[in-house]
């Protein structure tokens, strides 16, 4: 089941240059930057309430992220994340429906939890995640 907006991941050409805004600006606070090798980004994420903002910013031309801002020079919201407390029904449920999947098996995000992506041509426009920690749901998913 989803239990909430989770987070929304957020483009940005340099951590370095965006972090200042978040920070000084709004008045948020940092996680500590986190390298995450399956999705080829750097990642920040910031706390508003019980919703994260997470910033991503491209480790390889080739990577999604650096594709996106190719499109969007400006950077922008790249993505929605809903946290679900059972990813593996959550992607059967979107597949039975015949939503296209990006990842048919959850991968390793950032923060220690496991996400998987459906593709936005099945999602009207929206790139769209699922999350869950790891802790829950038994982590057997392999
Ligand atoms: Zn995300």
Redesign the pocket.
Same mark, same amino acid.
């Given at each position: 089941m989803l239990k909430q907006i989770?987070?929304l991941?957020i483009a940005v050409r340099s951590l370095a240059e965006a972090i200042p805004y978040y920070e000084k600006a709004l008045g948020l606070t940092a996680s500590a930057v986190e390298e995450v090798p399956s999705q080829r980004v750097r990642t920040v994420f910031f706390a508003c309430g019980d919703v994260h903002l %997470?910033l991503?910013e491209p480790t390889d031309p080739e990577s999604p992220i650096a594709k996106f801002l190719e499109k969007n020079p400006a950077g922008g919201i790249h993505?929605l +994340?809903f946290r679900t407390d059972d990813i593996a029904a959550q992607l059967s449920q979107a597949a039975g429906a015949g939503v296209r999947l990006i990842h048919e098996q959850p991968i390793d995000? +950032?923060g220690g939890k496991l996400?998987a992506f459906l593709h936005p041509k099945s999602t009207q426009g929206v790139l769209t %995640?699922f999350?869950m920690p790891k802790a829950a749901g038994g982590g057997a998913h392999h």
């Open positions: 989770d987070h991941g %997470e991503l993505h +994340a995000g +950032a996400v %995640e999350c």
